[in-house]
C-alpha cells in the first residue's frame, strides 16, 4: 500500500505553503494533508512514521516563515471541523488544537469566564498558541491551562496534565507532533466587565502592532528584562529594507513583506538586525518566529 493510498481526497502534493501563511512566502510542502477526523489523522501519521517520512503541523501559519525551498514530507493541517469545537464545562473552555484562538477567547468573555481575554488579537490556533505559550504582559495561555491531547509522531495519543505541563516565556512542554484539543480552567466574571477589558486590550494592541497578512507577530522574543522592539528601534533600524523586507515602522519587532518580497530577503533581514543590534546595543537577539 503506497503512503497516499486511500487518503487521495485529504493529501494534496507539492502544495505551495506561501497562501496558509500570514507572510504569504515561501515554497512548497510535499505532501498537504488536511484530514476530516482523528482516526484519518492518526492513520496517516502511522504511515509517514513508517515509511520515514518527515512531519510538521501548521496552524494559522501566523507564526511561521518557510523558507524559499520549501519543506520535504507531510504537512498536517487541522481545519477540519472535527479538530476545532470549543465548549464550555462549568468553569472550563475546552477547545480543539485546530480552533481559532480569537474564537477561543470571545467565547469565554462571552459566557462570563475570565483569564484569557488578554489574549485577544493575538492570531492563531489553540495548538500553536499553546505550543509557543502565546501571550502578552498581562499573562499568558499556559497559566490557564490544565490539561491537553497530543498525539505523537508515532501516532499515539497522549493525555498531559499536571507536571508534564510546563508554560515558559513563549515555550511549552507542549512539543509532540500535534495538540487534539486542550481545556482551560478560568474564573467566573461579569461579562459586560469582561467584554469591556477585552475590547480595551484589542485597542492597545492595534495602536502599537502592524495589523495585517504581511507580517507574523513578532520577530524576537524579548531578551530578559528588556525589549527586542525597544532596542531594535534604538538601533535606529526601523524602515531598514533588504529587498522587499522591511522593520515595520510601527512596531520594530515587527518585519513586513511588500508585495515582492521572498524569504530569502526576510532572513537576511533577520540577520542584519540581529548583527546591528549586538554591535550596537550588545545584546544577542533570539527568534521567536519559527523558520521552515
Ligand atoms: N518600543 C519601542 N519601539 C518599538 C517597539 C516598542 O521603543 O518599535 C518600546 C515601547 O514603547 C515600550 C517597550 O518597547 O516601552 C515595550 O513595547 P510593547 O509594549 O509593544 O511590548 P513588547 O515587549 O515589544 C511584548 C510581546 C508582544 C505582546 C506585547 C504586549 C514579545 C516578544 N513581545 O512586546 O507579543 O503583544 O508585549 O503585551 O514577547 C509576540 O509574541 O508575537 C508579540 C507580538
Redesign the pocket.
Known sequence: MGLLTGFENVVRRNEPLAMHVWFQLGGHAEYYAEPENTDQLVELVHRCHDEDVEMRLLGQGS?ILVRDEGVPGMVFHLSAPAFCGIRIEGRSIIAGGGALLGRTVTTAVHRGLAGLE?LI??PGTVGGALH?N?????GNIGQWTIHATVLTGAGEICQRAGDELVFG??QSSLDDLAILDAGCELEEDDPQDLARRMQKQWI??KA??PMGHQS???????PRGA????L???AGL?GTRIGGAVV?D?????IVAEPECTSQDVLRLIDLIRNQVRDRMGMELEL??EIW
Not at 216 to 222: P, Q, R
Not at 250 to 254: G, M, Q, S, V
Open positions: 507564526n488578554s488579537g493575538i509557543g502565546a501571550g502578552t504582559r498581562s516565556y513563549r492597545i494592541k502599537s502592532q507574523a507577530g513578532c520577530v524576537f522574543k524579548n525589549s527586542a522592539g525597544e531594535i528601534d534604538r526601523k515595520s510601527r512596531h520594530a519587532n515587527f521567536e518566529m
